[in-house]
């Protein structure tokens, strides 16, 4: 098989879910896949033996914040993130466009590129889209992002057309530069909640031609509802031959949605972040192990699980770790966490596979943990 191509093995005929498989240079990917977020090179708290045990497909790390400590030079001679990190899968790499323009305050941006500061000493860079790919390659991921420009919700019409065409002129400029022929290099869709400008951004993108098109602009503070209604035609609008990446996503709820449209990838901090204040995700909800009804609990934190932490250690136990703030209590939730969305993301391809997912959907829906996320 050809590297980067996308296999497709199957397609639900009640949705538009599907099965399929990415190639990269450190193995096939199989989709539906949620992808642990290792931001600065590392999994908050979960070591590589554990994600490897807990199933763990791919990575993703952060050009930015890799950028800008340790630097892309030192990973580079490290022999790249695969040889850094201790890990022997698919990496992908963000853009760090997300972050850049999170912090509105402190860049100037011009279609030349973006000038920003670093959180970490306040010294000033530029960024061209030659200069985030030539990062990007040093690092030496299996996937890289374009540099895009990603709006805020809510913003005027205007300001998301013009980020719209920013995007596509910069990913046209990502794609001539980028020269590394082991890392596929994906476009991102933006165009926020405005129907007209994310088929705009789709055209626009496609034309450019990548191996996949992640879609971005989501996340971040739009109403769910409103998310998913003009989610539902911008996954249906891209090429169905590539893969298809729901970019900062990690609600279980939502990542089976997403699915019944025709995504294939997920990522997210979510359930590392909830880990780190005491919360668990089941199939009955989320769990605050805060709680002191977990006091004497002496259960596993779902009885279906089959993680290591459900395997090993009580709801009492954990509860006791994040009273007391011991640092193993995140850790082991974390590991229980990245393991649930790993396995429902399993479980999906396994229904896909069998024309089954959209009872798999409704059943989820119907259960007592969907309100929750």
Not at 178 to 183: C, L, N, T, V
Not at 275 to 280: D, K, P, V, W
Request: with cysteine.
């Amino acid at each position: 098989m050809t590297l980067f191509d996308f296999t497709l093995h199957a397609q639900d005929t009640a949705t538009s879910a599907r099965r399929g498989t990415f190639h990269t240079a450190h193995g096939p990917v199989e989709t539906p896949v949620f992808m642990p977020v290792g931001t600065r090179g590392t999994v908050k708290g979960v070591t590589t033996p554990q994600l490897h045990e807990i199933g763990a497909q791919v990575l993703l790390a952060n050009t930015y914040h890799l950028f800008l400590r340790p630097g892309a030079d030192i990973v580079r001679d490290a022999g790249g993130l695969h040889a850094f990190m201790n890990w022997d899968r698919a990496i992908l790499t963000d853009s760090g466009g997300f972050q850049i323009f999170s912090l509105a305050d402190t860049l100037k941006l011009t279609d030349e590129g973006v000038k920003f500061r670093s959180i970490i000493d306040g010294s000033w860079h530029f960024w061209t889209p030659a200069d985030n790919m030539a990062v990007q390659q040093d690092l030496g991921a299996d996937i890289a992002m374009v540099l895009d420009q990603c709006p805020p919700y809510p913003a005027e019409e205007a300001q998301v057309a013009e980020a719209v065409r920013r995007s596509a002129l910069w990913a046209a400029r990502c794609k001539e530069s980028h020269s590394r022929e082991d890392q596929a290099l994906f476009g991102i869709v933006q165009g926020g909640v405005y129907d007209h400008l994310r088929q705009e951004s789709i055209e626009r993108t496609v034309e450019v031609g990548f191996p996949g098109y992640g879609i971005g602009g989501y996340s971040v503070g739009e109403p769910h509802d409103l998310m998913l209604e003009s989610l539902a035609p911008v996954a249906g609008a891209l090429p169905a031959d590539k893969p298809r990446y729901l970019m900062g996503v990690g609600n279980p709820t939502t990542i089976l949605q997403a699915i019944a449209l025709g995504v294939d990838m997920f990522d997210c901090v979510l359930p590392t972040r909830t880990a780190r204040t005491g919360t668990a995700f089941s199939s009955t909800g989320r769990m605050n192990l805060k709680n002191a009804k977990f006091s004497r609990d002496f259960g596993p934190l779902d009885e279906s699980c089959t993680c290591p932490t459900c395997s090993n250690y009580s709801r009492a136990y954990l509860r006791h770790l994040v009273v007391m703030k011991e640092m193993l209590g995140p850790m082991l939730i974390s590991v229980h966490n990245l393991h649930f969305l790993l396995d429902l993301t399993a479980r999906a391809r396994v229904a896909i596979q069998n024309d089954t997912y959209g009872v798999f959907l409704q059943e989820w829906m119907d259960g007592p943990g969907a309100d929750d996320y």
